[in-house]
């Protein structure tokens, strides 16, 4: 097989990807697709109807996730391919979408050149990646993979709709979600955007992920004495605001010294009483730190601890963290990653290995069967914003990766 | 004269303190004595009913301060002493009021002790000196210095109501706000709560200040780049909270490095967009800096300028900043000083010149007539809170300086 056989409709594609970057979108120009709203039923539907004109067999699982099925002449494990639906509140057309797209046009591709594989080749319409709704991260992947542990009972959104309500109004039933398990995958491999400018800034036409990173994110509560700004002398305050500005400070150094890939962001704070003239009795901030390596994020994370407690005695102050998040680093499949570079290479891309620093539904995938990415360029390195943007052009070269690794693992 | 004579009814003063220190008071237990409320008023009524207990002629203003007259022998300039009757929300019963009570204790006890004085001495009760209302601070004193600038009709309160239609609701005319300017005072004394821990923490009875403090405040904003917090590597990051964070430490830190008296405080800050997992791309902090020489003033303001551009430059931030308020230090006359300063001396008490690092009528009081003020400690540094706290036996030795400044001023 010449993987340059493989012909992409890249008009189709680009329609496709145009078509359902319109559902959910409101006035400000970003797409809102939340799990189980009317808006993200619309685009499911949408899709479904895409599925189906390519001849595939659709259903929807327990969790609400879509498949179509490019049926194979064997019975056993399946190949699997696709990424997720929904965006984040003013998300864009192509954060979860493009691997929905790509994942149809290979398909496509592969049935019209090569006719029915061996292995079955499942799509998979993701229910729920970004979590943005109910802060359930993943929901769809893993309830496919049989790793979703929280209940859906108390999750619960903004406006206090549980998620097991929320499915039951988008005609899902909750004490089912179980049966959405898969066991019969083979394979999974999914494309995305990078959402970062490496591959853009490089030049380079695809990624192949080897990992998807670690993540820890903690609160910081640091607490002071609150003072009167003028009459209480430097050195006899007890300052949270001047401990918490060199504690991120240093938490932030922690991650440049290290290098890339780490990363450390101080994204949200918060500062009691929080008037110009009182010497500020308590802050709080959010730490998010992220590496690819174990050690190295292992590194990060207790150069972070260390620093903030040794700003905490210098200074008076009582520090406490408390971890919204640690996951650990995930290494995807090796055989799939030497897969896809050798494609990559046969195609005549330029293309790298890389780790992935955003979350995907590959790192839930990853536990239970092997896993593998391919990341195309982000215009600007932009993502979760109306902006996200790659362009037809630099969609095809991964879109070709991805259908023939999908070739080799279900034809032959 | 020997000040000793002086006999304060401390039972009196005491009974006065608790008395008015229960108007206003809400379940939280603090103060809320706002300018023109009827809280405020029924504290005005409650001491206006004591001044003429102690047979003062009393009057109030076009700007609503209340007055009473101790009526000397001479007609001519007067000499003057008193503070502020309203509180901060929240507020306790000593910042302000400590210097209504000290001067009619004063007066009552000369009145007594020495009969008519030569100069009448007039008692001061400021209307509004902590501006909490309608961000209008020293407006009281400012009437009665003439030089308060503002529009009445554009002050507005947080429901909307604006100054000059609070002063009708409580029985004034704002047109005739200037004829509270009076051009016939000799000299003010104002007696005030140290609101800092200095004169506790040296043991020492008074305080004699020689300046009130330069203030600067700014409102800095940092504009970088938002951007996802995994994927932009921190060597191409333009984090506003990175640069914010080492703008706060080292304009601490010039404050730190002065030593005393200069301050610099962080009292509030807000991050856009404020998400754990997103590179902030705006944050705004004010600063707060205070110290009382001109020159040293001009060091730490400079060298927190100079911070915040190096930062940014290195950091390829934006950075503005936005002066919310600036006052130069206003020194105290001289001769006053040194009046209160023999006083204190001749009384045997321990005390010292200090500056004040909080805001006082007596700086507007200052440009327009020789001004001087004494410090009583204040309980572990405590103000603008219901535990704000003065023991009686340490607001008598204040209250015998102010009497025998007073005397010396009015009477020989």
């Known amino acids: 097989m010449d993987a340059r056989e493989i012909e992409i409709d890249s008009n189709l594609l680009q329609a496709r990807i145009e078509t359902l970057g319109k559902i959910g979108r409101r006035e400000d120009n970003g797409l809102y697709r939340l799990v189980y709203t009317p808006e993200w039923a619309e685009a499911v539907d949408l899709v479904e109807g895409w599925l189906q004109q390519e001849s595939l067999r659709t259903w929807r699982d327990a969790a609400g996730n879509l498949w179509g099925r490019l049926e194979g002449t064997e019975a056993g494990p399946v190949v699997a391919t696709g990424s997720h639906i929904d965006t984040v509140p003013r998300g864009g057309a192509y954060d979860g979408a493009l691997g929905v797209h790509a994942g149809l046009a290979a398909i496509r591709a592969l049935a019209k050149t090569f ?52 499915m039951r109004a988008a005609g899902l039933e ?13 394979a999974w491999l999914e494309l995305h955007i990078e959402q970062g400018g490496t591959l853009e800034s490089e030049g380079l036409d695809a990624g192949v992920v080897h990992t998807i990173t670690g993540h820890r994110i903690v609160r910081v509560t640091v607490e002071g004495r609150q003072d009167h700004a003028g009459t209480t002398p430097m ?13 991120i400070q240093q938490a932030i150094g922690v991650a440049e010294s290290l290098g890339r890939p780490a990363v450390c962001t101080a994204g949200w704070i918060e500062v009691r009483p929080g008037a110009a003239n009182v010497v500020p009795g308590v802050v709080r901030f959010t730490l998010d730190m992220r590496e690819a390596d174990p050690l190295r994020l292992a590194e990060l994370s207790g150069g972070v601890d260390l620093a903030l407690g040794n700003v905490a005695r210098r200074r008076e102050l009582q520090v406490a963290t408390e971890d919204l998040m640690f996951r650990r680093p995930v290494p995807l499949d090796a055989d799939l990653q030497a897969l896809l570079a050798r494609h990559a290479e046969a195609l005549g891309l330029r293309w790298r290995s890389m780790p992935s620093m955003a979350g995907h539904d590959s790192e839930v995938m990853a536990p239970r069967w092997p896993s ?41």
């Open 115 to 166: 006719g029915q594989p061996r292995r079955s080749i499942d799509l998979l319409v993701v229910c729920d990646e970004e979590g943005s709704r109910f802060r359930s991260d993943f929901l769809g992947s893993a309830a496919v993979a049989g790793s979703f542990a929280e209940d859906l009972g108390l999750l619960r959104d903004a406006d206090g709709v549980s998620a097991a309500e929320a």
């Open 174 to 186: 909750p004490a089912r979600f179980g049966e959405a398990r898969r066991d019969d995958i083979a």
């Open 235 to 247: 050195d006899v305050r007890r300052d949270a605001m001047a401990g918490a500005a060199e504690m």
């Open 372 to 412: 593998g990415m391919v990341f195309v360029p982000s215009h600007d390195g932009r993502s979760h914003t109306p902006e996200e943007y790659t362009p037809i052009e630099q969609v095809l070269p991964g879109v070709r990766v991805l259908a023939a690794a999908l070739w080799e693992l279900a034809y032959p």
